[in-house]
C-alpha cells in the first residue's frame, strides 16, 4: 500500500491556489497588462493586423468548429469586433481605438481562462471521489456483500503511487513544484489531482483542463471550483496564446504549484510521448528567469510523472483518430467514449464488477533546465557539480536579462529531459506486455501484410498457439529483468509472476472496460482478439524499447493464409 502523507500546508485556506483564487480580480488584471505589454512589445502600436488576423480566425472557429461549451454571446462578440476594426481603419485616432480592442480580447480571454478555488467544494470533492474510487476499485464488487463500497484501506491499497516522492515533498518548501505527466485519458486531470493530493499531501495544483471537458454541467462545475484553468485549443490567435503563456507563468511566480501535461492532449495511439509541445514548458522557463530578475530565489521544480492505467476509457475513439489522422485506413466515426457524464456514469457502472489499480510513478526532480535537484533544492549538473541556475540567465557575466532564443534552446533541453525520464520511470504493467507480445506476434508472423492489412484481419480466424506465447514472453521476461537492473525502465512485480501466471494476469486485466475483449483465451488454450485496433492501442504503451528485436518470434504457419476483411 502506498504510504499516505500529511498535508505540508494543514490548512486548505492557506494554500497557494486559495490565496491567488481569493484575489482573482487582481490576478486577472495582471494578466491582463502583462499581455498587453508583450503584445506592444512584439508587434508595435499598430495592432490593426493583428486585430484582423484574430477576428478572422475566430470567424472560421465559429462557423467551423462550434461547441455547445462556448458562450452564447459568441457570434455577437465576435461580428462587433470586426465591425469595430473597418471603422477604427477611418478614424484618425485608430491607433488608440485599436488599443481598446485588443483590451477586450485580452480581459475576455483572460476571464475563460483564469479559474478559480473553493474550499467546500474540495472537501466535497474529496468526500466524494473517496467513496467513487473506493466503489470503483473495490474487489469485493457483489451484490449484498458487506463490503460493496470498499474500505479507504482497500482504496488506498489500489492507488500505487511509487517515486520520488519525498524528494518532492521537500522541494515544495523550497519553490514551486510543476509535475509534468504522461497524457492517456480525460480522467488523468481528476485521478492525478486526488492521489496526488491523498498519497503526497502536497497543496492542491492548478492544471490545464480542455474547454469540451466543461460540456457536462456537473464536471464544469467541479472543475471551476477546484483549481483548473481553461484550455481552448481551437483557438490558435497570437493574443490567446499569449494570455495563456501569461495565465501560467504569473500564477507560477505566485507560487501555485501547476500539473502541465506537456504532450498537450492524449496520446491517441497510446504510446508514451516522444514530442512535447513546448509552449507551456517555455512559461516555466520565462517565470523561473522572472523571478530571479525581480530579486526572488525561489526555484521552479519539474517532476515527471508516468501514468499506467490496464485499460482506458477512450482507447477505441483515439485510436480511430489517430488512424484516421495517418491518412492510411479509411477511417470509421466513433464517438469520444467520455463526451459526456452520462458516458462516464456508464464507464464506472460498468467497472463495478472489476478490481483495478492504478500507477503513478514521480520521476527525479530537475531544475528549469532539465539539472537533476537534490533533496535541498540545489542544481547538479551532468558531471555531479552544483551549479547557481541563475548565471544561465545573465549577459556577460553580469546582468538577469530576457533572451528569447536561449530560453527557447533551455526549453528544448528540459523536454528531451522530461522524455528520458518518462522512459525510465514508465512501470510495465502486465497488461501492457502481453498486449504488445501478442501484437508483435500477429505482426512477426506474416512481414508481407502492413500494420494496416493486420488491423482488418478476421479476428475469429486468427489465435496465437499458448505453448509459443509462452516461449516468446519467457524471453521477455529476462530481457525487462536486465534492462530494469540497468535503469532502462521499470517493471511491476506482476511481471515477475511464473510465466502462465503472467499471461493470464495479463489477458484479464488489459482493457477491462471495453465491451470487446482485447485478448482472452479460448476453450483450446489459444490467445485470441475480438478488436485488433484495441489490441494496437494497449500495445503501443511499449513501444520505444524496441523489445522486439531482442525476441526470436516463432511464426504462425497458418497466418499468412487469413483472407482480409
Known amino acids: 500500500m502506498s504510504q499516505r502523507k500529511k498535508h505540508i500546508i494543514p490548512e486548505v485556506s492557506d494554500w497557494p491556489i486559495h490565496l491567488l483564487s481569493q484575489n482573482r480580480y487582481e490576478f486577472v488584471q495582471k494578466v491582463n497588462q502583462e499581455v498587453f505589454e508583450r503584445l506592444e512589445k512584439n508587434h508595435g502600436k499598430d495592432f490593426e493586423s493583428l486585430l484582423e488576423k484574430t477576428s478572422y480566425l475566430e470567424k472560421i472557429r465559429i462557423k467551423a468548429s462550434a461547441w455547445k461549451v462556448d458562450p452564447r454571446d459568441e457570434p455577437k462578440f465576435w461580428k462587433g469586433i470586426a465591425q469595430s476594426i473597418k471603422k477604427n481603419s477611418l478614424a484618425e485616432d485608430k491607433e488608440i481605438l485599436n488599443v481598446e480592442l485588443i483590451k477586450r480580447i485580452v480581459n475576455r480571454y483572460s476571464e475563460e481562462i483564469v479559474g478559480n478555488f473553493k474550499v467546500k467544494t474540495y472537501h466535497f470533492a474529496v468526500r466524494f471521489l473517496t467513496k467513487l474510487f473506493r466503489r470503483i476499485l473495490n474487489s469485493f464488487a457483489g451484490k449484498g456483500n458487506r463490503f460493496y463500497w470498499g474500505s479507504k484501506r482497500d482504496l488506498y491499497d489500489r492507488l500505487i503511487l511509487d517515486g520520488y516522492i519525498d524528494e518532492t515533498r521537500s522541494l515544495f518548501k523550497k519553490g514551486t513544484v510543476v509535475v509534468v505527466p504522461t497524457h492517456f485519458s480525460n480522467l488523468d486531470s481528476v485521478m492525478m489531482g486526488y492521489i496526488l493530493d491523498r498519497m503526497t499531501g ?27 484553468y481553461r484550455v481552448d485549443r481551437r483557438k490558435k490567435n497570437p493574443i490567446y496564446l499569449e494570455c495563456l503563456k501569461a495565465v501560467t507563468r504569473l500564477s507560477l511566480q505566485a507560487g501555485v504549484n501547476n500539473i502541465f501535461f506537456p504532450g498537450g492532449t492524449r ?76 458516458k462516464m ?20 526532480p530537475m531544475d528549469v533546465l532539465g539539472n537533476l535537484v537534490d533533496k535541498d533544492g540545489q542544481s547538479i549538473d551532468s558531471t555531479g557539480k552544483k551549479v547557481d541556475l ?58 508481407d501484410l502492413s500494420i494496416f492489412n493486420i488491423l482488418n484481419l478476421n479476428t475469429k480466424e486468427v489465435h496465437i498457439p499458448f505453448s509459443d506465447f509462452k516461449n516468446i514472453v519467457s524471453q521477455a521476461q529476462n530481457v525487462l529483468t536486465e534492462w530494469e537492473k540497468n535503469g532502462i525502465l521499470k517493471l511491476e512485480k506482476g511481471i515477475k509472476l511464473p510465466v502462465e501466471e503472467l499471461i493470464n494476469k495479463g489477458i484479464s486485466e488489459v482493457g477491462i472496460f471495453h465491451s470487446q475483449k482485447t485478448l ?14 484495441l489490441l494496437y492501442y494497449y500495445h503501443n504503451r511499449m513501444r520505444g524499447y524496441d523489445l522486439q528485436e531482442y525476441i526470436e518470434w516463432s511464426k504462425n504457419e497458418n497466418f499468412s493464409l487469413l483472407s482480409e476483411v
Open 390 to 447: 541563475k548565471n544561465y540567465f545573465l549577459a556577460d557575466g553580469e546582468k538577469l536579462i530576457e533572451n528569447t532564443q536561449r530560453e527557447s534552446v533551455y526549453t528544448k533541453i528540459l523536454g528531451d529531459k522530461i522524455l528520458d525520464s518518462f522512459m525510465r520511470n514508465n512501470l510495465v504493467l502486465a497488461p501492457h506486455l502481453i498486449a504488445y507480445l501478442a501484437f508483435q506476434y500477429f505482426a512477426n508472423s506474416n512481414e
Open 202 to 228: 502536497l497543496p492542491s495544483f492548478a492544471y490545464a483542463a480542455g474547454l469540451n471537458l466543461f460540456d457536462s454541467e456537473i464536471l464544469a462545475y467541479f472543475m471551476n471550483r477546484l483549481g483548473a
Open 267 to 342: 496520446s491517441r495511439m497510446g504510446r508514451i510521448e516522444k514530442k512535447l509541445k513546448l509552449g507551456l514548458l517555455g512559461s516555466v522557463v520565462e517565470a523561473q528567469r522572472a523571478n530571479f530578475q525581480d530579486g526572488v530565489d525561489k526555484k521552479i521544480f519539474i517532476v515527471p510523472m508516468v501514468a499506467g492505467y490496464p485499460f482506458v476509457l477512450e482507447a477505441k475513439s483515439l485510436i480511430n483518430q489517430f488512424l484516421r489522422s495517418s491518412g492510411k485506413e479509411k477511417y470509421i466515426h466513433t464517438r469520444d467514449e467520455l463526451s459526456s457524464f452520462k
Open 345 to 364: 456514469y456508464r464507464f464506472f457502472k460498468n467497472l463495478v464488477r472489476n478490481s483495478s489499480q492504478i500507477y503513478l510513478t514521480l520521476g527525479e
Open 520 to 533: 482472452y483465451m479460448d476453450k483450446h488454450g489459444n490467445i485470441k482478439t475480438e478488436d485488433f485496433k
